[in-house]
């Protein structure tokens, strides 16, 4: 018994598959069904048929509105987020520049004048207060 050279090679296949050497193929996805035409049906009448279709037009066109709506809502309650977030760091920003401005003038003052609430003069840091 022979084998032919393409039953040797789907054996082969299996082969590395059953191994983890290979990824198994994916199945193919079939399109959608389009609507069928009039003709298709003689039975039926034009009328009728063409009602069908508009119906079923309308259904895809409603389904892909509100797709489309739920797409555009997230995308703008991402762009929110993303400004609210932005809008936070820029007040944390300018709330760290006042802070390190106001260090920055309280421990150039002379010594005699620091207050005594500053957390961060060396008394208060060592203790000694």
């Known amino acids: 018994m022979t084998k032919t050279l393409e039953q040797e090679q789907a054996e082969f296949k299996e082969l590395l598959i059953e191994r983890g ?9 079939l399109p959608p069904k389009p609507i069928r035409l009039a003709t298709v049906n003689p039975s039926v009448p034009l ?9 079923k037009v309308d259904k895809y066109k409603t389904d892909h509105d509100r797709e489309m709506k739920a797409l555009r809502e997230q995308e703008e309650n991402r762009a929110q987020e993303w400004r609210k977030q932005r ?5 944390t920003a300018e709330l760290q520049y006042r802070l390190d401005l106001a260090r920055y003038i309280q421990g150039s003052l002379e ?12 008394r208060r840091m060592w203790g000694e207060d």
Do not use: M
Not at 111 to 122: K, V
């Open 21 to 29: 050497l290979l990824k198994p193929d994916r199945p193919k996805v």
């Open 47 to 55: 009328r009728v048929q063409e009602e069908r279709i508009k119906e």
């Open 87 to 91: 809008a936070r760091e820029r007040l």
């Open 111 to 122: 010594p005699g004048i620091q207050s005594d609430y500053n957390p961060f003069t060396r």
